[in-house]
């Protein structure tokens, strides 16, 4: 079946720096790929719908010169957290799709990150 | 394609009793559904998927049942196991200018007492 593939699975980084989480699609073209955020115990947040080749949408309150998204190919996808903050520290999710009526959506396995 | 970060429902059960997840929807105009299960620290699976022609699909040890009239979907989970505990999250897609956009529920916790 279709795999997503993301990297890296836990990251710890310091107050200020910046973060590149990426996110494949391993055997399937997907034209559109999602990143969400989740807090514990709480559903999936979404920050931004990311189509290849064009700027992704961004969700209302998230910041698009924080989270950065870049979608430069149909297998890949990633999201910069720059100058990370300790309040920046979440589980980020990416997804994936072909796009397609009726096409399922298939998920990374999520990226632990926390800022010191 | 938004959700809101809400704290989710518990649905308890003992290990062998049968499972009843309930999503409603939002959008009449979605067609296709999924049902995903997100255990602890990974990202959501796939477990079963119906289009909005059909109103019952079942796969090994669960049938997702859709009813548009009320916009509801629903999960069952046959002899419910320690190993289904985990957060189960409908997803609704509809066209949305050009693209084909998932839209989750809430989610629900499950957990299965041995």
């Known amino acids: 079946g279709a795999v997503v593939s993301q990297h890296p699975s836990w990251v710890i980084c310091k107050s200020g720096t910046s973060v590149k989480i990426e996110c494949r699609s391993l055997?399937?073209?997907?034209?559109?790929m999602f990143w969400y955020r989740q807090f514990p115990k709480q559903s999936l947040m979404l920050m931004a719908t990311?189509?290849?080749?064009?700027?992704?949408?961004?969700e209302q309150g998230v910041e698009k010169d924080k989270f950065l998204i870049n979608h430069a190919s149909l297998t890949l996808s990633t999201l910069t957290v720059t100058s990370a903050h300790p309040e920046d520290s979440s589980f980020y999710i990416c997804?994936?799709?072909?796009?397609?009526?009726?096409?399922?959506?298939?998920f990374g396995n999520g990226t632990r990150l926390t800022v010191t | 394609g938004e959700s809101v970060g809400l704290h989710l429902p518990t649905l308890s059960v003992q290990e062998g009793d049968n499972s009843i997840i309930n999503c409603a929807y939002s959008?009449?105009?979605?067609?296709?559904f999924i049902w995903y299960k997100q255990e602890s620290g990974k990202g959501p699976q796939f477990i079963i998927d119906?289009?909005?022609?059909?109103d019952k699909r079942q796969g090994q040890r669960v049938t997702v049942l859709l009813n548009k009239t009320v916009k509801h979907l629903s999960l069952q989970i046959a002899a419910t196991q320690p190993g289904d505990s985990a957060v189960y999250f409908c997803?609704?897609?509809?066209?949305?200018?050009?693209?084909?956009?998932?839209?989750f529920g809430r989610g629900t916790s499950l957990i299965v007492h041995p």
């Open positions: 997803a609704e897609f509809s066209q949305s200018g050009g693209s084909y956009i998932p839209t």
């Open positions: 997804s994936a799709t072909t796009g397609l009526s009726n096409s399922p959506l298939h």
């Open positions: 959008n009449s105009a979605s067609d296709y």
């Open positions: 055997d399937f073209q997907a034209t559109t």
């Open positions: 990311s189509n290849e080749g064009s700027k992704a949408t961004y």
């Open positions: 119906i289009r909005s022609n059909m």
